[in-house]
């Protein structure tokens, strides 16, 4: 074969079974304490989150996988994994915690000195910090190496100047991993010249802006910096090297279960909707959205299983996120045409409609986030010994 | 993979180059080439792989047989393998011995009924029966007047056998008993029923999908790496990048689905809702890739692809129509949105999750 691709039947091991029971007992109390409502997705952000992260922290359920001494359980990313498709099915407001416990605290592990971990990783699992992660600009997206946003050297340290965007979080974050140019790329490496920082958000000079979003949202934002100051100490890995760090990441960023159930709610309440005996077309319909979405889980835990055993199943892990956020961006649609007959006087009619509205207007974002659509293809196609 | 699956899959693997491939076949112009392969695998013990030794067959284990299954699905095997592991496989669960030679099984679609009179013969139309006219035996799954599953060997040649074939030009043949007498018969034990029979050969149809779909984007690769167009490799145009990367997006959601399927009827410990979603969603899963697939890898060789000359179709064609037997898509959708709805809203993760 040319396109030696693995997807092995792993399953999650018996452990992971009580622990999902007590994800799941966790978050019924609480819904009924009013956390959060699951059928309210566009509100899982809101006010009470920050008590909500504290209190997932408490349970040991950030920094899962990590080392013990900087506060983490050192339990397997399979555990992890069904702490995070259980709040994630419950939209759970996990996005204080969730980038910091899926990619700021690795890196930090990998290329901090000792002294920060020991100050910001214990505080990540805690639930007490919240990360960003500050890689976009104005015009710098898929793009990633032509980042102008700049550091310069100076007494101690480094002073940044420049605009980062679509940032999100950063307007309540406390952390950012930024990416920043220290130098001009070289002739033969254009990818050459940044390096990664870990970025106090209090420190003097940076302004957050909000940016408002079509789903009415307003989660990303505008980081103005204007020489703001960066300890040496906050330099993460090689000066001018960060384009070696950013791949080994991307695996874990890329095959989560956040990657295809970001709008599976509209799938509940059209299931709901339907009722327990629908006709040919609903139970159609029905079925072949559940085949898909336990494939592409069968899929993603696969790719879990291998990040287990030690392996960097790369392509794989491009893979799940290309197939995975096309399924979630379509399945609004799709659950749409399924409701188009359902009574109007079905019990959660309200809630589906409100869903599917919220749903519709979110799907943009699931296949530009993190990397587009096309860039993952150019990932794949370079697996598959085509570029 | 385990040891016995591996040993197996590179045996079999090693015949399908040797006499089967699909190069070869398309220039021997004939089906001289089905006789030796044939052979090979049942000496082998490969045609008869999942029962045991005291019914006239290896004893392996179901997922060395699944294994099997997707290795001949890569090689776009056109004998009745498949059918005839399934068909060894029903006539086992009733302890009923399996005769030499190829076999098929009745009904291969979930709505055929076979009926089992008080005088002790078979009456019933089976459709669309896979590679049923180059068979010696069917293995039947009839109900008697009371309902009850009986588990019946017949002679090929005491039915009537229609002419058919499938989109690949592989026999496709409906199958009628008019009061045929069977060579053996026994009552199957209880869970042995259509849908059991069904469940095994979505199972299997699933995997061979896969296997075929796995060449395809092999050959697809490869192809976009040599053709030339505008004084470039074809490959290196994005807009050809992005359709394999799709291709290969349908392959990983093949190759899940069905050894996902596969590793669960194994395990033998999974029944009702989980293991119907198991098989379902293999069996739906891969016929969309297979249809999304097929189409891609086609674009990706331009008109080279639609001769009848080159290999592509081989495994395009058989994907396809695989798709047909043992309940299309739409059929196991129904099934298993009915089960979800029954489930209500609320247990559908957690049965997802359960898996
Ligand atoms: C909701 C949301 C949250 C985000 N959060 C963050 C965050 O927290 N931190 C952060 O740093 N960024 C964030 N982003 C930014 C995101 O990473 C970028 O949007 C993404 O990388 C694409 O960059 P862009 O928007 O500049 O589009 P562009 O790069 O300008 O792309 C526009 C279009 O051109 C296509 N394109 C670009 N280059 C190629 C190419 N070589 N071949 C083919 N097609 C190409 C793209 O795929 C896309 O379709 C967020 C974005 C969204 C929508």
């Known amino acids: 074969m040319t396109a030696a691709l693995t997807f092995d039947p792993i399953r999650l091991p018996p452990e992971c079974e009580k622990l999902r029971q007590e994800v799941r007992t966790f978050l019924a109390e609480e819904i009924s304490a009013g956390t959060f409502s699951p059928q309210r997705a566009q509100k899982s952000d809101d006010t009470d989150a920050p008590g909500f992260s504290k209190r997932v922290g408490a349970r040991g359920w950030i920094g899962m996988t990590w080392p013990k001494k900087y506060g983490g359980h050192e339990r397997s990313f399979l555990e992890r994994y069904v702490v995070t498709e259980e709040m994630r099915v419950a939209n759970a407001p996990v996005r204080r915690f969730f980038v910091a416990d899926r990619q700021s605290g690795p890196v930090l592990i990998r290329y901090a000195n000792e002294r920060i971990k020991m100050d910001i990783l214990p505080r990540i699992c805690r639930g007490e910090v919240c990360f960003a992660i500050g890689m976009s600009e104005p015009n710098s997206g898929s793009d990633l190496f032509a980042a102008k946003t700049k550091a310069t050297k100076t007494d101690g340290g480094w002073l940044i100047n420049g605009t980062k965007i679509w940032t999100t979080s950063a307007h309540v974050a406390d952390y950012m991993l930024g990416i920043f140019r220290t130098s001009a790329p070289t002739k033969d490496n254009r990818r050459h010249g940044l390096t990664q920082f870990l970025v106090d958000m209090k420190t003097p000079g940076i302004t957050v802006n909000p940016i408002g979003q079509i789903s009415g949202q307003s989660e990303f934002n505008e980081v103005v910096f204007e020489d703001a100051f960066m300890p040496d100490d906050h330099v993460l890995g090689e000066i001018d090297g960060a384009w070696k760090q950013a791949t080994s990441e991307l695996a874990y960023e890329r095959s989560g279960p956040e990657r295809f159930l970001e709008t599976y709610y509209v799938l509940t309440e059209l299931v709901r909707a339907l009722g327990r005996e629908p006709d040919l077309r609903g139970a159609e319909g029905i079925g072949r959205l559940v085949a898909q979405l336990h494939t592409l889980r069968r899929m993603s835990v696969s790719v879990a299983g291998m990040l287990q055993a030690g392996k960097e199943p790369v392509v794989e892990a491009a893979i799940v996120k290309d197939v995975g956020t096309i399924w979630e961006q379509q399945l609004p649609h799709r659950v749409r045409n399924l409701a188009a007959f359902v009574e109007p006087n079905v019990s959660n009619h309200e809630t589906l409609e409100r869903q599917l509205d919220f749903a519709m207007k979110i799907a943009p974002k699931l296949t530009l986030q993190g990397g587009t659509t096309e860039v993952l293809r150019g990932i794949i196609a370079r697996g598959l010994g085509l570029r | ?355």
């Open chain 2, 1 to 355: 993979m385990s040891e016995s699956e591996n040993i197996v899959v590179e045996t079999a693997e090693r015949m399908f180059a040797d006499l089967a491939d699909a190069q070869s076949i398309i220039a021997s112009k004939s089906d001289a080439w089905k006789a030796p392969v044939w052979d090979a695998l049942a000496d082998a013990g490969l045609t008869l792989p999942w029962i045991d030794e005291t019914l006239g067959g290896a004893g392996a284990d179901l997922a060395t047989g699944f294994a099997l299954l997707q290795a001949a699905g890569r090689a776009a095997l056109a004998v009745p393998l498949a059918e005839t592991m399934i068909a060894g496989w029903l006539l086992a669960r009733a302890g009923l011995a399996s005769p030499a030679g190829a076999m098929t099984v009745a009904p291969a679609q979930p709505n055929g009924r076979i009926t089992l009179s008080a005088d002790g013969t078979l009456s019933g139309r089976a459709r669309n029966v896979p590679f049923a006219a180059d068979a010696r035996h069917i293995a039947v799954l009839a109900a008697t007047a009371d309902g009850a599953s009986v588990i019946a060997l017949v002679e090929a040649a005491a039915c009537q056998i229609a002419a058919g074939k499938t989109l690949a030009g592989d026999a496709l043949n409906g199958v009628t008993f008019d009061r045929v007498k069977p060579i053996a018969q026994a009552p199957a034990p209880t869970g042995v029923d259509l849908t059991a029979l069904m469940l095994m050969g979505a199972a299997a149809r699933s995997l061979q999908i896969a296997g075929a779909l796995e060449t395809a984007l092999d050959i697809t690769v490869r192809y976009a790496n040599e053709r030339v167009a505008f004084e470039k490799k074809i490959g290196k145009f994005q807009a050809i990048q992005h359709s394999l990367a799709r291709l290969a997006g349908e392959v990983a959601a093949a190759v899940s689905a069905a050894g996902s399927a596969a590793d669960t009827l194994s395990g033998g410990r999974v029944a009702g809702d989980a293991l119907l979603l198991e098989v379902a969603a293999a069996k739906i899963r891969c016929g969309e890739a297979a249809e999304v697939g097929a189409a891609i890898a086609h674009q990706v060789h331009g008109a080279i692809g639609f001769t009848s000359e080159h290999i592509l179709h081989r495994f395009t064609l058989r994907a396809q129509s695989w798709r047909d037997d043992f309940g299309p898509e739409s059929h196991w959708a129904v099934e298993l949105g009915r089960r979800v709805a029954a489930r209500g809203a609320d247990d559908l993760w957690p049965l997802v999750a359960s898996r």
